[in-house]
């Protein structure tokens, strides 16, 4: 492993639970990476998982430092976690089922550096047939609710000019770095200082976080960047297994919650305000269609 003994350029927090096949893999990719003129450590930080993987971790990796937590304490106070025992000046945060391609790090790290008032940058994230999951986004509107990046609509027309410039199609097909609004926590650059100059991952969010960090950046006077050129392949919600109904439910409350939330933080409304509870009824109602549809396919255990 590409290391220094007290500092080095990049340290890679890993958050993982119970994706001992995904991590173990992600690790490998990492070590296999380009590094030019670059230096590496990585950090893996267990949330209270129930397989193997903090032993795998432990045996097949041990110069990598580890944190296993009791339980799942979220992805935002994990990832803090890692990065309070780094040494790197710059953390890239990345999920654990991923593969990292290239010099996707080391190139992101050459990005960030190259930009002027530069904050965070992003990596390009792919499936596994290296089709675009389009990481680099604009802050939602109204246009989002029904022509995000899952919904049926998009599918449908996905060439729509709302959703070529939600999901920043045409700028990723120009392949060079652009700013975005907010990108992917799935795969992101950010140097130390400016990680804990904003207070770092907001810990009282699960779903929404990537998008009120970045806005938080930008708030701060610092720019928001994706690099289509940094690419990594991404499972995309596979490494903790099928999730069962009660899991699912709790994902889609917390999604919607955390919408609503951020939407208030980036406009600055209050409670009271009318667009507020027009925004929280939208919401609501979203929530609910979908609850009552994986009520019929979702497992139950």
């Known amino acids: 492993m590409n290391t220094a003994p007290d500092r080095v350029d990049v340290s890679i927090v890993l958050v993982g639970l119970n994706a001992c096949h995904f991590i173990v893999e992600c690790i490998a990719s990492v070590q296999a990476a380009q590094w030019p003129d670059c230096t590496y450590e990585v950090i893996y930080v267990d949330n209270g998982s129930r397989d193997d993987s903090v032993a795998r971790v432990r045996e097949l990796y041990p110069h990598v430092p580890l944190i296993a937590n009791p339980d799942n304490r979220g992805y935002c106070p994990a990832a803090n976690q890692g990065a309070r025992i780094a040494k790197g000046d710059y953390f890239f945060f990345l999920n654990d089922d991923t593969i990292v391609l290239d010099d996707a790090i080391a190139r992101a790290l050459r990005t960030l550096k190259a930009q002027p008032d530069g904050g965070v940058v992003g990596s390009r994230l792919l499936n596994l047939d290296r089709t675009d999951q389009w990481s680099g986004r604009r802050f939602p509107t109204l246009w989002s609710a029904f022509l995000g990046r899952r919904s049926?609509?998009?599918?449908?027309?996905?060439q729509a000019a709302p959703v070529a410039d939600y999901l920043c199609k045409n700028e990723v097909a120009a392949g060079v770095p652009f700013e975005a609004d907010w990108v992917s926590a799935a795969a992101m650059m950010v140097s130390a200082k400016d990680h804990w100059a904003i207070g770092g991952f907001a810990e009282d969010y699960y779903y929404w976080h990537e998008a009120v960090y970045c806005d938080r950046m930008r708030d701060a006077g610092r720019k928001v960047v994706l690099d289509p050129q940094s690419q990594i392949v991404h499972y995309e919600g596979k490494g903790s297994g099928k999730r069962t109904y009660p899991v699912l439910r709790w994902h889609i409350r917390d999604f919607h919650r955390g919408a609503f939330r951020c939407f208030r933080e980036h406009y600055g409304l209050s409670r009271f305000?009318?667009?507020?509870?027009?925004?929280?009824?939208?919401?609501?109602t979203r929530a609910s269609l979908l609850l009552a549809a994986n009520w019929f396919t979702a497992p139950r255990s």
């Open 273 to 284: 305000n009318p667009l507020s509870w027009l925004v929280g009824a939208a919401l609501s």
């Open 152 to 158: 049926w609509l998009t599918r449908f027309m996905p």
